[in-house]
């Protein structure tokens, strides 16, 4: 049976209905419908079917099936407790397959209650247009420091094929096209992208889009990935506590570190139920371990609280998130 919880809670009669259990789950998926428009031969190309778990109750993730092996499925987290996020990995064989393409996947839950949501994406992958390599793919990069690297692009068919111009929706990350070479039917371009020094800390993951005069595809997608570090940096960055009695107490650990030995001057709340212990970390030392303690009150509902956390390095630490939903007696 599902607990009762004053943010959102499954109905009795989930069980009861097709297709009503269907649709608890259904309200997970931030989307059920993608295009990935066109797309050319070899490149990377994934969409991230976003589920949020606003149950009380645990969700597993069972399986995840795609109807065409023109596109491939994985599942980034099976099993979702309470707010926790995942979701559900398309990505598209631009290697072994061409033309207009579409998939339907089919997403399996066992728990709390089974139930199936189907997605769908649609794609046109172009077999005129290569790019080596299929995505441009950054890796881990230090806050502040500027970063390029090139992709080489080639077409095959109109003589007159021209690569117009690139655009971008990420203010920090730039591209530039220079033609190498153009005859026997194949037109070839150097793709020169810049992701600048002020981007934030976290992940990027964004295109470029390539412009070109073909009227049919006017643009063409360039994945581009990245992921920038912090000098200082908060392991998890949102601390769920978990779903407690109220009065009851939980300890979590807030993992701190760095690239050299720092000092935490100090952590706090602007919620006294959030407790930090950092007694044991006066030293200077890369890592610091801070125990969070929670203690519910009386209440039911959903806490969020914002942590904050200052060290000796003079670097700032984005605020951290802390949640915890306490249970109706």
Not at 221 to 235: G, T, W, Y
Not at 269 to 286: L, N, P, Q, R
Request: glycine share 8%; charged share 20%.
């Amino acid at each position: 049976m599902i607990r009762k919880a004053a943010a959102v809670m499954l109905l009795v009669g989930v069980a009861c209905s097709t297709g009503f259990g269907q649709e608890w789950a259904t309200k997970m998926f931030e989307t059920k419908e993608h295009d990935f428009g066109a797309v050319a031969r070899g490149a990377k190309a994934e969409f991230e079917f976003v589920l949020s778990n606003i149950y009380v109750e645990d969700v597993h993730v069972a399986s995840a099936r795609s109807s065409c092996g023109c596109t491939s499925v994985s599942i980034q987290k099976p099993l979702l407790k309470t707010y926790e996020k995942g979701a559900i990995v398309a990505t598209l064989n631009s290697r072994s397959f061409y033309g207009r393409k579409g998939a339907t996947i089919t997403v399996t839950i066992d728990q709390p209650f089974y139930a199936e949501v189907q997605l769908h994406v649609t794609s046109y992958i172009r077999s005129d247009v290569v790019f080596h390599p299929g995505a441009v793919q950054f890796g881990s990069i230090n806050q502040g420091t500027p970063a390029e690297s090139k992709v080489a692009i080639s077409y095959a068919g109109r003589s007159d094929w021209q690569i117009l111009e690139v655009r971008s929706a990420n203010p920090h990350l730039s591209g530039d096209v220079v033609e190498t070479g153009r005859g026997n039917g194949e037109v070839r371009y150097e793709l020169l992208v810049h992701l600048d020094s002020d981007a934030p800390v976290g992940y990027v993951r964004d295109q470029l889009v390539l412009v070109t005069n073909d009227r049919n595809a006017t643009q063409v997608p360039v994945l581009v990935e990245a992921k920038i570090d912090s000098p200082v940096a908060a392991s998890p960055t949102s601390l769920f506590m978990g779903v407690v009695q109220p009065g009851q107490k939980v300890t979590k650990p807030l993992v701190i570190r760095a690239g050299k030995p720092f000092r935490i001057l100090s952590v706090s709340c602007d919620d006294a139920s959030f407790e930090f212990d950092t007694s044991s970390e006066t030293e200077a030392k890369a890592i610091h371990v801070i125990p969070v303690t929670f203690v519910a009150g009386v209440d039911p509902g959903k806490v969020v609280k914002t942590i904050r956390v200052e060290t000796d390095l003079g670097e700032s630490l984005p605020d951290l998130s802390a949640y915890a939903v306490v249970a109706a007696p």
